[in-house]
Structures are given as structure tokens and as C-alpha cells.
């Protein structure tokens, strides 16, 4: 199997080092003395360090709220910042084929029925704060021939989610990524999500639900499909 579809956002140089002290997420300068504000870059490479140029960067925020960046509690704060980055971030380093693995299985199932993956949770960082958002996606295809490793849709999901993100483009690209991996006849995903920006700040409204929905083939031109996907989800 054959994907078009590529991923060109992976990180580059993500290889810890480089001589920079763990955990201060600043190289010494020769004085000893770390400055307050530096641009990370491996020159030997043309790469820049991504952990490392994180650190930095949350060091010069601590300093630029009034904070003391060496007091025990923050020490290592950047250190930690950049190693959750890490994780929250890692769908960049990640692609369709790669993440699904050739694993489809051919099925006889009944004409026209769907598949329905319920409840996926996922975490995500919207992209215009950078706070999180969290929430359930649920996913509902119809297979004509095969059908997807059940753990390969939350994987999906989790590979869109952990990028940054609005919940409407997360819902259209993991419908457009099952489209793609399985060719079924059609797909429909709802996510709902909290978003903390949205309870944080302006409205300040807590639990807000934002629902959105993607559909593609059978599900946009059959209605009767739609509802009864709600259905199953309990929508
Ligand atoms: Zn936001």
C-alpha cells in the first residue's frame, strides 16, 4: 500500500547534547556565565536542537514574567517544558504509513454497515495559545473490502492530536487519513473537546463542548447514515 499523502512538518535535529547543560537548556559561554537570551543552533549540521532550543526559549519567558529562573522551583523547569513538548508534540515525527503499518484485514461484512470506533481519547494543544485541548473523538467508516487494526484509529487520531492544532482541521485530516489508508465508501468522525483557552480565558465559561464533524462519501449524501451513527454514539 502506497500512501500520497505526506507529512513534511517533522522536527528536525532532535538529537539531545550538543554540550548543552542539562536541565539550564543554556550552553556556558566562555566566562561561565549563561546569557539571558541565545538562538540554539548546531552549526556543523544547519540544524537546530529542538529540546535544547525549547529550553532557551521557556528560560527567556520565565525571565520575561519577572521570574528567577535559577530558584530551586524553576530550575528545572525548561527541562521539564521541552521533555513534555516532546510527548504532547510527537505527532510530528510521525506519518500515516508508519503509524498504520499495513495493518488491514480483508472481511466479509455485511453491504453498507459500519464500523464504529467509540470514545477515543485524545489530548491536543491548540495552536493559537498553546493550551491544551482534551476530549473524545469517534469514528464510523464503511469498509468495502478491508477494514483497520482497531488500535490503528485511536493511533491516528493521536498522531493529528499531537500537533498543533484547531479542532476543526484535527477532525477533517483524520477523516481524510482513513480515506486514504482504506479507501472505504464512507467516513464520518465527530470530536468534542474542551478547550482551555476558551475556560481560561475571555468567556470564561467552564466545560464548554465544542463538537465538530467530518464527513466524506457515503456519510455526507446519506442522512439516514449520519443519525444513525449519533445513535450508536449516543449523540
Ligand atoms: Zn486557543
Redesign the pocket.
Known sequence: MAFTHTINQTRNGKHPGNGYREGLGMPETETGERPNFIVVEDVAEGLIDSRAAIEAAVRQILVSVGEDPERDGLVKTPHRVARMYDELLDGYDKDLETVVNGAFFDVEYGEGEMVVVAEIEYNSM????M?P?VGKAHVAYIPRDRVIGLSKIPRIVDMFAHRLQVQERLTNEVADAITEALDPAGVMVVVEGQ????SLRGVKKHGVNMITTAKRGEFSANRELRDEFYRLIGK
Open positions: 491548540c495552536e493559537h495559545h493550551l485541548f478547550h482551555m483557552c476558551g
